[in-house]
């Protein structure tokens, strides 16, 4: 890490805290219901972003290399409709930068004046990021928020009158319920001036089998990937999960339009988490949902955007 190349919002050990009480409660929460649940963001610890960093790596998932594919077909249109008037590319969460890569090379070809501003709770991945662009592309303006994605948004739009094109890339809405990622959308919309522009990633629904095998590789990435939830609360809430004892399964619910994952407790087992001073039981073969990867329909996608005025 060279010197600071990002902005932060709170100060770093007070969002640690912050970060760390809500995990503790979600979890409380998640695993008293009768239908047990953890939220998926709670995948993403340093493991948990390296193992989804080898998900998009995998052939069985087609998300990665459809959004890139598109993108590459389509980046001179984007460009174009973006226009010449200098503007704010505002990335919401850090991918490993594959994509923004296209548009950013796209536009920098075209000589069109941009700031880059990708927005992450995570300081860590903001500063990589900022600092493997500076060094790839010397000339891009760029600074990395390290806040709440609304909270950059309002900050950005108070401090400079650009126009602002915001990228929600790899179908990181799919894990919103389709009535959550309405409320994300009506969210970024009032954020947002008239003349602004969003690009999201959405997961078209495809043949049954070709969703359930990106979601079931061969390698086991997935199931790891997943039962990185588990590993976090044992290393950060002192559980005592023995993950062996539990089975990986994601299936296609035909009705929501979603792959659900799960982890399947395989006998009638306790754990206890110790940050929680909790003992909770789990039958045998009782299911932890972990995600839900929700995927549209065209008409779907027009409705939710018309709905939230875009
Ligand atoms: C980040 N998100 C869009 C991925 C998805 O497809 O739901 C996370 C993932 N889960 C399993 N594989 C990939």
């Known amino acids: 890490m060279t010197e600071q190349n990002y902005r932060l919002f709170q100060k770093g050990e007070n969002i640690k805290f912050k970060t760390h009480q809500e995990f503790a409660n979600d979890v409380l929460i998640g695993l008293s219901q009768p239908l047990k649940w953890l939220p998926s963001k709670y995948i993403y610890d340093a493991r948990g972003s390296r193992l989804f960093k080898k998900i998009m790596e995998l052939p069985e998932y087609y998300l990665t290399r459809t959004e890139i594919e598109i993108l590459e077909s389509k980046k001179k249109e984007i460009a174009k409709e973006i226009g010449d008037k200098e503007f704010n590319l505002i990335e919401l969460g850090c991918g490993d930068g594959k994509k923004t890569k296209i548009l950013l090379e796209q536009f920098l070809n075209n000589d069109q004046s941009l700031h880059f501003f990708p927005i992450d709770i995570s300081e860590d991945s ?55 990622a309405g409320v994300f959308l009506s969210s970024l919309w009032q954020a947002l001036n008239n003349d602004d522009l969003v690009l999201v990633g959405f997961d078209l629904r495809k043949n049954t089998d070709m969703m359930v095998k990106a979601y079931n590789d061969e390698k086991g990435i997935t199931a790891a990937f997943n039962k990185n939830l588990l590993m976090r609360i044992n290393r950060e809430l002192k559980g005592n999960f023995e993950l062996d004892q539990f089975e990986f399964y994601a299936t296609y619910d035909v009705v929501e339009g979603a792959i659900q994952s799960y982890l399947i407790s395989k006998i009638e087992q306790k754990v206890f988490i110790g940050e929680l001073k909790w003992l909770f039981s789990l039958k045998a073969k009782e299911p932890i949902h972990t995600e839900s990867s929700y995927k549209y329909l065209i008409d779907d996608i027009k409705d939710m955007a018309s709905k939230n005025n875009f």
């Open 126 to 180: 903001i500063s990589e990021f900022i600092d493997c662009l500076r060094g790839q592309y010397p000339d891009l303006r760029s600074e990395g928020l390290v806040s709440d994605y609304f909270e950059g948004l309002y900050w950005l739009s108070a401090q400079n009158h650009r126009k602002n094109v915001v990228l929600f890339l790899g179908s990181n809405i799919g894990n919103f319920t389709p009535l959550k």
